[in-house]
């Protein structure tokens, strides 16, 4: 099965408690996993080898391929969850928000 970047906001939207897409779009998620995917790419060019001509630019769709292996699916949407907790509400999720930064660092080692 072939990841999208679709794959990556399902994902998210599971510990966001959003399945309905009441509290975030589509589109901000999706500006999220496309910065993760820079943020990879800075700590770990390594992952793109023999894609350098192809490189993220951060302007991914939500149709369209994931660029790293399926194990960073997971990874990618844990910094998509950080990231829109920190958005969400600073004071009140930002212990959650942490947790889930902290998994982005651990599973993505530079």
């Known amino acids: 099965m072939a990841f999208t970047y679709q794959s990556v906001v399902d994902l998210a939207r599971i510990p966001l408690n959003d399945s309905d897409k009441a ?3 589509d589109v901000n998620l999706l500006a999220y996993a496309n910065h993760g995917v820079l943020a990879v790419t800075k700590r770990r060019p390594d992952l793109f080898v023999g894609q350098y001509s192809s490189l ?22 844990d910094y998509v969850v950080a990231r ?10 930002s212990g959650r928000a942490a947790a889930f930064a902290q998994l982005f660092g651990a599973e993505a080692p530079v």
């Open 23 to 25: 509290r975030y779009t």
């Open 56 to 77: 993220p630019t951060g302007e991914a769709l939500l149709g369209d391929a994931f660029p790293l292996d399926a194990e960073y699916v997971q990874t990618l949407a």
């Open 84 to 93: 829109a907790e920190l958005a969400d509400d600073e004071h009140t999720n």
